[in-house]
């Protein structure tokens, strides 16, 4: 639709509860590839992150498909996943003298 034009989204439309919302909108990370990648990726979803299944599907070698992921993956931004400190944690720390108020505040707004 856009050839890949960089473009941004100004306009979402709820179609269900006849609303919408204006403004500047970054599109998701997996929405930005091309349209073939998009393809590709779901391919590799629905194969079950399987290289071989992925090598029969698309007729490629095995070195054509890791090619691949790893260029596709360079474009998507990494999402850290990791679980933010527990509450106690950081009640924890701060009975024990090892970070101060400002911080145990500063974690706990985290």
């Known amino acids: ?33 091309s349209a073939e990648d998009q393809i590709f990726v779901v391919a590799f979803i629905r194969c079950h992150g399987s290289i071989k299944q992925m090598e029969k599907f698309f007729g490629v070698s095995y070195p054509t498909i890791k090619n691949r992921l790893n260029r596709i993956g360079e474009q ?3 999402v850290d996943v990791t679980r933010p400190e527990a509450a106690e944690d950081v009640l924890s720390r701060l009975e024990r003298g090892e970070i101060s108020v400002a911080e145990a505040l500063e974690d706990l707004r985290k």
């Open 76 to 78: 998507v931004e990494f």
């Open 1 to 33: 639709m856009t050839q890949d034009s960089r473009f941004v989204v100004e306009r979402v439309r709820l179609i269900d509860r006849d609303a919408a919302i204006e403004g500047s909108f970054d599109l998701p990370p997996l929405a930005r590839l």
